[in-house]
């Protein structure tokens, strides 16, 4: 069997790669280019992330390639960011990256060129069942990325191999130790999709007009200062609000955004009210499976990477839901991405459009 392992130059898909090959896969590394600008050093990230791919393919004995999306990222999920920021929401660009280049236009290529399947270094598992493919977390509770995978459907499931979701990271470190690939020891990255780490608000404000407005105190009404831009601001946000030694002393967070009078709403406090909500309304919900597994149950939900599973009751109503949390949440974010968990199977996901208070 044919498989396309999309390699980024880390470990995962370094590891993914070995693994599959180890098993008997015919196995081809491909790199994808999707971002080609120069980080605020003068350093393109993909330059030195191909050399990893390509030592460690060399390392593995597999043949390797690069192909070029970065056309595709910018139209399909770079323009959505910008347009999201620009809306004064906070949008997830993971998972559009995802659903609409690795697992869409990518596996798309891979096909094309006689693959059978797309593996990736995601830390998830799947099972099937008949013909379909439920979307499990990783082993590794601390890594698992199904938040990322949300917006996948059963026919990209059902090419999809991610060979360390059953795999603590620690035992993938080991293993790439084990076979000698470069990688073993390589920092994980962060930062944005396929942009990668950068000073955001710089970053962002090449592409977004300044647009300046009164940052409100939520309690009083009273302006405290000007803020020079919605999309520099996120919600429960403490850094870079820039107001100190008033009122009682305490910090000062991003509470609400209100982007039709362009006004920043913050509260003093860690725990302030302003911060809680008792759930939230999302659109656009993606049933990996198909459909909502009824109009109305109970489940778990995630609106935040790395954050621990809440309680809730589920409405469903055509691609929208309104989530009913057993306990009031701080700091759900419009534009970020809610996700439905039942057990260790991932629902789906859906943009956030406004938290319940």
């Known amino acids: ?41 003068g350093v393109c990230s993909a330059v030195d992330d191909y050399d990893d791919v390509r030592r460690c393919c060399d390392a593995i004995d597999i043949p390797y390639y690069t192909v070029n999306f970065s056309k595709e990222y910018r139209d399909r999920v770079f323009s959505v960011f910008l347009e999201e920021y620009e809306a004064g929401r ?10 609409e280049i690795k697992f869409n236009a990518f596996l798309d290529f ?25 979307l499990l977390r990783g082993a590794d509770d ?20 991610f060979p360390v979701g059953g795999l603590q990271k620690s035992e993938v470190r080991e293993l790439a130790k084990k076979a000698g690939l470069p990688t073993a020891a390589k920092k994980d990255s962060t930062g944005i999709c396929f942009i990668g780490e950068r000073n955001f608000s710089r970053f962002i404000g090449q592409y977004i007009q ?26 429960g946000q403490r850094k870079g609000i820039g107001i100190g030694g008033t009122g009682s002393g305490e ?27 008792k759930g939230l309304t999302a659109d656009k919900m993606n049933w ?21 599973d809440v309680p809730c009751h589920v409405e469903v109503e055509g691609k929208r839901i309104a989530v009913q949390f057993i306990s009031p949440q701080r700091a759900v974010t419009p534009g970020q991405y809610v996700v439905l968990y039942l057990g260790e199977v991932c629902l789906g996901g859906g943009i956030i459009e406004q938290p319940i208070e």
């Open 288 to 308: 990996i499976c198909g459909e909502a597994p009824a109009k109305s149950f109970d489940c778990t939900v995630k609106f935040r990477y790395r954050q621990k």
């Open 90 to 99: 906070t949008p997830n660009p993971d998972v559009l990256c995802n659903s």
């Open 210 to 235: 300044k647009s300046v407005g009164p940052m409100v105190d939520i309690d009083t009404g009273k302006i405290m200062a000007q803020h020079e831009g919605l999309f520099h601001y996120t919600i």
């Open 251 to 277: 910090p000062w967070f991003v509470a609400k955004k209100d982007p039709a009078s362009g006004t920043l709403y913050i509260c003093q406090g860690k725990n302030h009210p302003a911060l809680y909500s």
């Open 142 to 161: 601390n890594k698992d990325q199904t938040y990322f995978l949300c917006g996948l459907n059963q026919q990209q499931l059902n090419k999809a191999m």
């Open 110 to 134: 891979a096909l094309k060129t006689d693959a059978q399947a797309l593996a990736t270094g995601h830390y998830c598992q799947l099972k099937r069942e008949g013909e379909t493919v439920s």
């Open 1 to 41: 069997m044919r498989v396309t392992v999309g390699m980024s130059g880390g470990v995962d898909s370094s590891v993914a790669a070995w693994l599959l090959k180890e098993q008997g896969y015919d196995v081809t590394g491909i790199y994808m280019v999707n971002w080609e600008e120069e980080d605020e050093s």
